[in-house]
């Protein structure tokens, strides 16, 4: 893989990232006020069951439905890491009405609530640190293993009494200047939290994790960023002043500011339309299907128009590892959690069988999150299993359809109204003034609502107007765009003028 080219915007409260590398879209993600990622958050909970039996809690932490606690959570994931050893307890020592501190690690799935620990975690650039857990690790991607043994070394020295601390992959590139402030930092900050614990009720948050841009810049290893660019000022002047307050090198961040819709403008746009789409397109013209089910997902590989140039067998291990690589690709971009079962051609050789479990194993090792590969089954099945870290990409952007009883998706207005932005920029950005917009009545009454949209099209484009056609008889998504340049084009009598 090249160097990465990473892009921020954030518009109609809304903010969004995506990476490339080699021209291909490697990392997405999406995230609305309206749908906040709780993971991290640390909030002060009661206990309202304690179940024996399972070693496990129901806490009430002021969301939807109780969040589960079980005495498995509460220690780091030593596959992940090399460190010391922790004693385990048996048991949780928890009664009901026990007012305790807790952390989001899962997100609420279907009807089932979030799941917490105990264990809290202050996730740094350099470190991971843990107030009330005495292990010291290292990440596994820090492979040079006297580097390894003198970084445990100095992470033990460091900690007191019970306080444990992780050594993050980006530590080596750390003075040790970097290294203190920020383990200072996060001393300061749970001191604070405990002396809020003890002020506020039950359900208050007492943390949460930072922005999208601060999160990806955080876990980023950024000389192997080759540019940034942002589409939104008020993004680039925060992460402009993140970087000068840290010292951190970044090659080059540009402000993207051309009144138009950076991933459209730059064609990223089709690539992540592609997230929702079930089907897969491989280079060599296989394509591979993705199908989420409530257990599981299920990947289907197919050697669609490509039937080579070799041997049946040569054909066939050629294009399952294309699929292999394109899977680790698709799993890390949807944000695929679970367990996924990849149905790959049929192969006779034991050895191509093996190298490509390995190529699967290869590729995925440049996910951030833990995957655990299985050997491919008789049926030439493959399984394996990804730590889920929040909701997946396609849930994010569909919902159910009312239009078919369920059985298919449509998209959320919001994401409906980013294509209606993205189209309109680049209408008034080709010197029209006048554009209607006839759209779904219901898209549209929110559409009017989302006064930072207007603003930002006003602010762009003072001398143009923009009509809203609302249509009780159009589909949720489905909207055209009509413009001239010319000054006798109809202003419409029945429109809302957008401003």
């Not at 749908?35 to 009661?46: A, D, L, Q």
């Not at 870290?389 to 919001?414: K, N």
């Not at 009780?472 to 489905?478: A, F, Q």
Request: proline share 4%.
């Amino acid at each position: 893989m090249g160097k990465k080219t990473l892009y921020f915007d954030s518009f109609c409260g809304m903010e969004s990232y995506a990476a490339v590398e080699d021209g291909k879209l490697t990392e997405f993600n999406y995230e609305s006020r309206h749908r906040v990622n709780i993971i991290g958050n640390i909030y002060k909970g009661r206990v309202t069951d304690v179940l024996n039996g399972m070693q496990a809690a129901f806490v009430n932490c002021g969301l939807e439905r109780n969040c589960y606690l079980s005495v498995e959570d509460l220690f780091p994931d030593k596959n992940k890491y090399d460190g010391s050893e922790v004693d385990i307890p048996a048991e949780l020592n928890l009664k009901v009405g026990d007012e305790i501190l807790v952390q989001v690690v899962k997100a609420p799935v279907g009807k089932k609530g979030a799941k917490v620990t105990t264990a809290l975690s202050f996730v740094g650039k350099y470190l991971i640190y843990m107030p009330n857990t005495p292990f010291i690790g290292v990440s596994r991607k820090i492979h040079d293993a006297e580097l390894r043994k003198t970084l445990m070394f100095s992470a033990t020295r460091k900690c007191r009494g019970s306080e444990g601390m992780i050594v993050r992959t980006a530590a080596p590139y750390a003075n040790r200047k970097q290294a203190d402030a920020e383990l200072d930092y996060y001393r300061r900050l749970y001191r604070a939290m405990l002396d809020k614990f003890k002020k506020v009720p039950v359900g208050e948050i007492l943390y949460t994790d930072y922005p999208l841009f601060m999160r990806v810049m955080r876990d980023t290893l950024l000389f192997d960023v080759e540019k940034i660019y942002v589409g939104n000022s008020a993004v680039y002047e925060r992460m402009t002043d993140l970087i000068k307050a840290t010292a951190t090198k970044v090659r080059g961040v540009e402000l993207y500011d051309k009144g138009t819709d950076m991933f459209y403008d730059l064609g990223l746009t089709p690539q992540i339309l592609e997230l929702v789409s079930p089907r897969v397109e491989l280079e060599n013209g296989a394509y591979l299907i993705i199908e989420k089910t409530e257990a599981l997902t299920v990947i289907d590989v197919n050697t669609g128009r490509f039937t080579g140039d070799d041997s049946l067998e040569h054909t066939v291990y050629y294009t399952n590892i294309l699929a292999a690589r394109e899977i680790a690709r698709q799993v890390r971009l949807r944000n695929i959690g679970g367990i996924v079962v990849v149905d790959f051609i049929d192969m006779d050789d034991d050895k191509h069988r093996a190298a490509l479990v390995e190529e699967l194993e290869r590729a995925l090792e440049n996910d951030k999150t833990k995957c655990n590969v299985l050997p491919m089954s008789k049926f030439g099945l493959v399984e394996f299993a990804r730590k889920r870290t929040g909701p997946s990409v396609t849930s994010q952007f569909v919902r159910p359809c009312r239009y078919c009883g369920g059985s298919g998706a449509a998209f959320v207005p919001e994401f409906t109204i980013l294509k209606i932005r993205a189209h309109l920029l680049d209408l008034l950005s080709k010197g029209n003034r006048v554009v209607c917009i006839d759209m779904n009545a219901a898209i549209a009454d929110k559409l009017v609502t989302w006064r930072e949209l207007v603003d930002e099209v006003q602010e762009r484009y003072p001398l143009a107007r923009v009509y809203i056609i609302p249509h009780r008889t159009y589909h949720d998504d489905h909207f055209t765009l009509r413009s001239d340049l010319s000054p006798t084009f109809p202003i419409p009598q029945d429109g809302i003028q957008l401003y």
